[in-house]
């Protein structure tokens, strides 16, 4: 086939914008989820449990009765414990509360060591789990330099005192941890976490969009994230 | 013939146990007609024709599976144009088959095919605790 200079050069620069056309396209209709949690706005109310609670009952996580089978997608603990590098015992962040969920990372070490992609990362940010594949072999739990993964000890149904029956629940054997809310952000609803927050001290929001509120909090204020000198890419930010 | 009695008497027991199994089919009820699923009554047409879903349900539910956990899609169209949205104890159990134990055990059960689907997704009648 002989092809000449000129539809060589048309062809080259036709494919060339077609890549810069597609890239452009990811780069504005493309998502990153993140979440930053207003600390000082969560320490108003300090027996608040309201996130947690919206949470676990919408998910069906099993309230285990032993410390030692505890399930947990999201949870509230002291500074101190969740930003265990902060070693300045005088600090003032020690007073603050700090909830800990998983940390949807950039760079998630979970995914990496799944043997059977049951975790997966999805293009939007989300660190995704799908229940039917895994085997629970825990490699997750090892790898995940945060805890933010629980495992079922025990069938966990009989520990689901009020069933949200839209929602499977998961069986003995199985990993499990927090979606991101993936089933309710498809229809266009916020984190259940968000949305029970009496102080709003929860803001969700897409990275990739300059002008969400997510973005100006963080333009506006201070905030650390949980061990980032780990190069994981923690996509929880705790505004100070 | 001086045993006429003792010979037919092992050859009718012999009879017996030959076509125990039809007795016991006969008085545990099990006919030829099959299981029998109570279809729904509001709804006249599934996601796809009858002998697909007959032949292929568990196909269709395993891609309605990979599209929503893996790729976020949620939508299903079917070949007549309809929309449904793809969730097995929502749009298939909740909208039409809303008695789990008269549809999808029925057929099941007569098989002896036994699923893992109800250890995790709920039956909306019997909420909790319901097993195959």
Known sequence: MKISRHSFLRISGITLAAGAARRLAAAIGGKKWAMAVDT???????????????????????????????????????????????????????????????????????????????????????????????IGCRYCMAACPYGSRSFNWLDPRPYIHNPNPDFPTRTKGVVEKC????????????????????????????????????????ASRTHIRRRPELGTGPEIYYVI | MRNR?????????????????????????????????????????????????????MTLLMNWRESVVREGGREYTSADGRHYTMDLTVTCLRECHTAKADFCDRCHNYAAVSLPCWDCHLDSKNVLGSKP
């Open chain 1, 40 to 134: 000082a706005k969560c320490a108003r109310q300090p027996n608040c449990t309201k996130c947690i609670d919206a949470c676990h009952q919408v998910h069906n996580v099993p309230a285990m009765p032993d410390r030692r089978h505890e399930v947990r997608w999201i949870a509230k603990e002291p500074f101190d414990r969740a930003f265990r590098e902060e070693e300045d015992q005088y600090s003032p962040l020690r007073a603050l509360p700090a909830m800990v969920l998983c940390n949807h990372c950039d760079n998630p070490p979970c995914v990496r060591v799944c043997p059977t992609q049951a975790t997966f990362k999805r293009e939007d940010g989300i660190v995704a789990m799908d229940w039917h594949r895994c």
């Open chain 1, 179 to 218: 979606t991101f809310c993936s089933e309710r952000l498809g229809t266009g609803r916020p984190p259940a976490c968000v949305e029970a927050c009496p102080e709003k001290a929860l803001v969700f929001g897409n990275l990739a969009e300059p002008d969400s509120p997510i973005r100006k909090l963080l």
């Open chain 2, 5 to 57: 009695g003792l010979i037919w008497s092992g050859l009718a027991l012999f009879l017996i146990f030959l076509t125990l199994p039809v007795w016991h089919n006969l008085s545990a009820g099990v006919t030829a007609k099959g299981p029998q699923p109570v279809l729904p009554k509001t709804e006249k047409q599934c996601v796809a024709p009858l002998d697909f879903m007959k032949t292929s349900h």
